[in-house]
RNA sequence: GGCGGCGUAGCCAAGUGGCUAAGGCGGAGGUCUGCAAAACCUCUACUCAGCGGUUCGAAUCCGCUCGCCGCCUCCA
């Protein structure tokens, strides 16, 4: 039984999909108007990280992730680019799809993009107008907040602390300073779509409502996101969509905490912000992966060149088992799990059956890891060792770790060479010898241990 | 001001009523080695921000105090 907190209940629930072995799930993407950061990478990486869960325990899971490519900044930024704004916000896309690659997070099965969806949302915004819900006022349609006694569920608040907070924006065209936006017209020089209310394009929240609904129907079973989008943007998608049809709108609500800077949140506004690309060059991405499922997605976490370098290094002793087992894989027959390794995949599973707790199930997987360890330096059975190997990556694959084989390109014929030459040195005791050998082996990028098996090559950097 | 969250070892971080307070990094000692590296073993919080309270029993529940963060505006 998996247990999730849901942001709209404040508790943790067991997590009962409406349709029994299916989940559908929504996730608020990014909206492109420059490259993706930490913060994104983090939102994605735990979507990611629930996505693999709710597949390995069996679910067939439909995964949704927006991107949202019409916007006041795109417009502008493109504007001051001389681009168009589709052009720009393509630009950003096919980074963000790079980026999300190079992460090791899987492609959603569906990511749609807001401007191949307006008539969805005019649709939408048509219906809540003929209902009551809404109101259009020269040329742009506002929400009427006071139709949906609802809002303010999700996020905790009531309308009234809404009116006294001292935030909400004046404008005199609406009739409650509360009410949203659905649809703005068009103002001279940004694209437009039209519509029975003229030319213009769709509010931010009303796109997610739309696409959700279009991809998953109108009651599905998980939306997720930042933290930072439960108000307002989650809470309006609740409004819309729920005054529109009538149902209740996703069943759980998941959402990530954010990544700090020092004190402060990583946010492009803030303009304190490590990008994606910058950081694969510096990091692998399991050490990056690592280093974020160390803390529970719900917590802050803290940006730390540090602890990510700290990551890479716990991760080496994991590496050091899958080389190995590829190592020893070749000699004997394969054998089952053996019972001395059965208790890690229960334990793995109980961690994250309980609200996704990836630090706990990281510490089943090192326990796990001293274990084969041991097991190997004992001697014994190599196959008993390689199958539970098999069973580690297995487990850690549904964290999206180890997504690569760990086949090791073989050494370079010259460092062969010089493995050879550096084993006749030492068997003359000739050790200075050895030892240079070996620094220069190193220069070319591979490391030499010797063990009781005989010398050891091992590609520096893995 | 309103709403939500956090404060656990040198650092990071699980644990939210009762076995020895996970795990990672770092540190100390040991085994192995020609040396090293790696690995393995042992040790590294009598205590969970502070103070009260509830309870047979609390890091875990309640109250207060202190410190920090997020949202209330675009934001993952």
């Known amino acids: 039984m998996i247990r999730i907190s849901n942001t709209m209940t404040r508790t943790k629930e067991e997590f009962v999909p409406l349709t029994p072995g299916e989940v559908r799930m929504y996730v608020c993407g990014v909206t492109v108007y420059d490259y993706s950061h930490i913060g994104h990478a983090r939102s994605a990486i735990v979507f990611d990280v629930i996505r693999r869960y709710l597949t390995f325990k069996g679910y067939r899971v439909t995964f949704v992730k927006n991107y ?40 959603p099965d569906i990511d749609p993009k807001a401007t191949e969806h307006v008539a969805e949302m005019i649709e939408l915004v048509e219906r809540l107008v003929d209902d009551g819900h809404a109101y259009p006022v020269e040329g742009d349609v506002y929400f009427a907040i006071s139709s949906f006694p609802p809002y303010g569920r999700l996020s905790g608040r009531n309308l009234d602390e809404l009116l006294a907070g001292a935030r909400v924006e004046v404008d005199e065209r609406k009739r409650d300073p509360r009410d949203f936006a659905l649809w703005k017209g068009a103002k001279p020089g940004e ?68 990544v700090n800077m020092g004190k402060e949140k990583m946010s492009k506004s803030l303009g304190n912000t490590l990008n994606i690309n910058e950081m694969v060059t510096r990091h692998s991405p399991d050490a990056l992966r690592l280093w974020m499922l160390g803390t529970h997605y719900r917590n802050m976490l803290e940006w730390s060149e540090e602890r990510v370098v700290e990551s890479a290094r716990a991760l080496e002793r994991l590496t050091r088992l899958r080389h190995d087992a590829a190592a020893v894989r070749a000699g004997g027959a394969p054998a089952s799990l053996p019972p001395a390794f059965a208790e890690f995949r229960p334990r793995f599973e109980k961690a994250m059956d309980d609200d996704f707790n990836t630090p706990q199930a990281l510490g089943v997987l090192f326990d796990f890891g001293r274990g084969l360890a041991e097991a190997r330096d004992r001697g014994g059975a190599p196959a008993a060792f390689v199958a539970g190997v098999d069973e580690l990556v297995q487990l850690a694959r549904v964290l999206g770790l180890f997504g690569r084989d760990a086949a090791p390109d073989g050494p370079p014929p010259e460092v062969q060479r010089l493995l050879a030459a550096r084993g006749e040195a030492r068997a003359r005791r000739d050790f200075k010898r050895g030892d240079e050998i070996r620094d220069e082996i190193a220069r070319l990028g591979w490391l030499v241990e010797d063990t009781p098996a005989g010398p050891r090559l091992t590609p520096k950097g893995r």
Request: glycine share 10%; proline share 6%.
């Open 68 to 107: 949202t490519d019409v916007d006041d900044r795109i417009i502008r930024r493109a504007n001051e680019a001389g681009v168009s704004a589709r052009e720009y916000a393509e630009r950003f896309i096919a980074a963000e799809r790079e980026d999300m690659a190079s992460l090791g997070v899987l492609a």
């Open 191 to 258: 694209p437009y779509w039209d519509s029975p209310w003229g030319p213009g394009r769709p509010g931010w929240h009303i796109e997610c409502s739309a696409m959700a609904m279009k991809y998953l129907g109108p009651s599905f079973d998980l939306h997720g996101g930042g933290e930072d989008l439960i108000f307002p943007h989650h809470e309006c998608e609740i409004a819309q969509a729920e005054a529109c049809t009538g149902k209740p709108f996703a069943r759980y609500w998941a959402h990530n905490g954010m």
